[in-house]
């Protein structure tokens, strides 16, 4: 039997590294890459569709009406308080690219999980710029 070519050992390497690249906590910028937040830009965006993910507003309203997502007023005070130890930024920042990492008390683990690849840096930034204010 033939040796693995090197080709083949690069590929393989190459996927292990992209599976790799699935892990929860793995996101290629953290928060303090972020670009500083527009509140008002975030305010739009979270009623938009962007790159074809669902809208933040259709699951969360702002209003405290229910919803299949925990309504978000007074979220500027509740994020700080959610994850000990975690600032409301970093909580926001994790509850928007990797939801399903802490779960609100009371909801499922239903929130859209690919917004990391959808959203870019200043539309991050600009979200919880948003949120924080609410
Ligand atoms: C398909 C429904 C859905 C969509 C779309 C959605 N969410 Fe969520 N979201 C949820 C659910 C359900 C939870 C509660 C479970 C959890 O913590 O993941 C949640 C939790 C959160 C939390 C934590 C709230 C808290 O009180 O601690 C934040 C912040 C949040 N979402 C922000 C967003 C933003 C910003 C967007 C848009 C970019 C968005 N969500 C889109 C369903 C959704």
Redesign the pocket.
């Known amino acids: 039997m033939k040796p693995p070519s090197i080709k083949r050992i690069a590929l393989t390497t190459v996927v292990i590294a992209a599976l790799w690249g699935c892990a929860p906590e793995d996101l290629p910028y953290s928060l303090g890459d972020l670009p500083a937040g527009d509140a008002g830009r975030g305010a739009a965006?979270?009623t938009q569709s962007?790159n074809g993910?669902?809208?933040?507003?259709?699951?969360?309203s702002t209003d405290g009406s229910s919803?299949?997502?925990?309504?978000?007023d007074g979220?500027g005070q509740?994020?700080g308080t959610?994850v000990k130890g975690q600032s409301a930024a970093l909580?926001?920042f994790y509850?928007?690219l990797r939801?399903?990492?802490?779960?609100?008390r009371g909801?499922?683990?239903?929130?859209?999980s690919q917004?990391a690849d959808k959203?870019s840096q200043q539309?991050v930034a600009d979200?919880?710029a948003?949120?924080l204010g609410l």
């Open positions: 965006l979270f962007i993910s669902p809208a933040c507003s259709a699951c969360h919803s299949s997502g925990p309504p978000l979220y509740a994020a959610r909580y926001s509850s928007i939801p399903a990492k802490h779960l609100v909801y499922s683990n239903v929130m859209y917004y959203l539309d979200l919880i948003y949120m």
